[in-house]
């Protein structure tokens, strides 16, 4: 979680919401990480989760993820538990709830919904506090800049 929230700070960089991912392989060995990048990138698909994903993919050349888990500074959004579901991503591990736009719990739970034929573990809460301080600073300096 620390080097999905190294990501996150990056994020920063390019105006992009602070949230960053990690891809481990089954013996924690780290295939990918991503941060968000649609301000980079103007791109709305590029939200941590999906940018790992693609790294993890492109690096085993394949993108059956079997066997990975995702970690991540935020619960992961619908568009982004479809992309974990479709790339067969066992174990998602992630920081802070998102209580608006979460997939994984808070508002759906798509990543272990039963009339779905792939789920995936979740362990939420990892490191909630330290995963929810950039958030919130982000979008308190948003709503400032703002007025």
Avoid: Y
């Avoid at 709305?44 to 059956?64: K, M």
């Avoid at 508002?107 to 990892?126: C, F, I």
């Amino acid at each position: 979680m620390r080097l999905a929230l190294a990501e996150a700070e990056l994020a920063l960089g390019s105006g992009d919401v602070p949230v960053g991912a990690v891809v481990l392989d089954r013996d924690g060995t780290v295939l990918a990480v991503g941060r968000n990048e649609r301000e980079a990138h103007g791109d709305p698909t590029a939200h941590a989760e999906v940018v790992a994903i693609r790294r993890a993919a492109q690096v085993r050349g394949d993108w059956h993820l079997d066997g990975t888990t995702l970690v991540v500074t935020l619960e992961p959004c619908v568009m982004c538990a479809g992309a974990i579901l479709a790339a067969r991503i066992p174990r998602v591990v992630f920081g802070a709830w998102d209580e608006k736009a979460g997939a994984a719990g808070s508002v759906h739970d798509l990543l272990r919904d039963r009339a779905l034929p792939v789920r995936a573990e979740v362990v939420p809460g990892v490191l909630e506090a330290e995963c929810a301080a950039p958030l919130r600073a982000f979008f308190e300096n948003a709503r400032a800049s703002e007025l």
